[in-house]
């Protein structure tokens, strides 16, 4: 049984720090890319990274670059996100999921087809 399950979601001021975690199981861990997204309140669905979890490279979107960091311990099958500086725009349902077709992480790789998902967690960040 295939299992994407994220975690570590909660409240954080301006400035403060939340580590997500992704555990998945039941698929070939180092075949797939880990690719997290976000989704606020009446806004459309947002990549925020992508691991390639057998190489380690990482592609992030432009409004986390230098704040979020995504890194990937695959004797645990984890992928996790660490976010430093958080901003109350960050504030969104944090979702992560597994892609095969998109491992090698391209540029636009929130366009690659995903094959599983977890069912999100909360981040809220307050001004």
């Known amino acids: 049984e295939v299992q994407v399950v994220e975690s570590g979601g909660g409240l954080a001021q301006t400035g403060g720090s939340l580590r997500l975690s992704c555990a998945a199981s039941?698929?070939?861990?180092?075949?797939?890319?880990i690719v997290w997204f976000r989704q606020a309140p009446g806004k459309e669905r947002e990549g925020v990274s992508c691991?390639?979890?057998?190489?380690?490279?990482?592609v992030y979107v432009d409004s986390v670059k230098g704040r979020f960091t995504s890194s990937s311990d695959n004797a645990k099958n984890t992928v996790y996100l660490q976010m430093n500086s958080l901003k109350p725009e960050d504030t969104a349902v944090y979702y992560c999921?597994?892609?095969?077709?998109?491992?090698?992480?391209?540029?636009?790789?929130?366009?690659?087809?995903?094959?599983?998902w977890g069912q999100g967690t909360q981040v809220t960040v307050s001004s």
């Open positions: 999921a597994a892609s095969a077709g998109g491992r090698w992480c391209r540029p636009r790789f929130q366009d690659s087809p995903m094959d599983y």
């Open positions: 039941g698929f070939p861990f180092d075949d797939y890319a």
């Open positions: 691991i390639n979890t057998s190489a380690g490279s990482t």
